[in-house]
């Protein structure tokens, strides 16, 4: 799932734990109702389209979602493509 609503990715404990990572950080963030919670957060390597890279994620309770976030998005430099629901390549300004 895709979310360019959220800032970072978000993963499920247990798949966090499933692969192996312990995320060794906490990270505030303001959720949808206006309540600021903090997870804990890190860096994870993931591959999407058959390209690898670290981004950052936030852990979440067991079984729910795994979300890209707009920070995972744009550092792999994709977009989201609404009417076929597809991530596409885009090109990221400079500056």
Known sequence: MVDTGAAFTSLPEDLVR?????PRNRQAV????GEVVSYP???VLI???????PT???MLPS???????AVTLESFAFGVDLS???LVSVT???A
Request: aromatic share 8%; proline share 11%.
């Open 56 to 58: 950052p994620y936030l």
């Open 63 to 69: 079984g729910g979602l795994s979300l890209l976030g």
């Open 18 to 22: 499933q692969i192996g990572v312990t």
């Open 47 to 53: 591959e999407i389209n058959g390209r690898q890279q």
């Open 41 to 43: 957060f890190d860096w």
């Open 30 to 33: 303001r959720l949808p109702t």
């Open 92 to 94: 990221p300004p400079m």
């Open 84 to 86: 076929n629901k597809v």
